[in-house]
Nanobody, 111 residues
């Protein structure tokens, strides 16, 4: 059974950075497509980024140039490096693969 566990969220000031982690168990990330998705209160879920099985990333326009998705195969972890954060980035972030998703990690951008 594939399990996804996110970590790394927190409170950060505007302009700051955070790195989120998605620890995967039950299957190797080298064979998986992993997505980062976020949902802010009262808003619909928004796709943020994807890394495919060969390690190629794609990004939503709203985060392109600020966020970087990557993976560490030996650790079976997928990261989301987030820079130049603004209040608009405040949301619950979670990773998904197929029908599986983690519990999410909260990111709050506020001064």
């Amino acid at each position: 059974e594939v399990q996804l566990v996110e970590s790394g969220g927190g409170l950060v000031q505007p302009g700051g950075s955070l790195r989120l982690s998605c620890l995967v168990s039950g299957f190797s990330v080298s064979y998986m497509v992993i997505n980062w998705v976020r949902q802010a209160p009262g808003k619909e879920r928004e796709w943020v980024a994807t890394i495919d099985s060969v390690g190629s990333p794609t990004y939503a326009d709203s985060v392109k140039g600020r966020f970087t998705i990557s993976r560490a195969i030996a650790k079976n972890v997928v990261y989301l490096q987030m820079n130049s954060l603004t209040a608009v980035d405040t949301a619950l972030y979670y990773c998904t693969s197929g029908d599986q998703r983690g519990q999410g990690t909260q990111v709050t951008v506020s001064s």
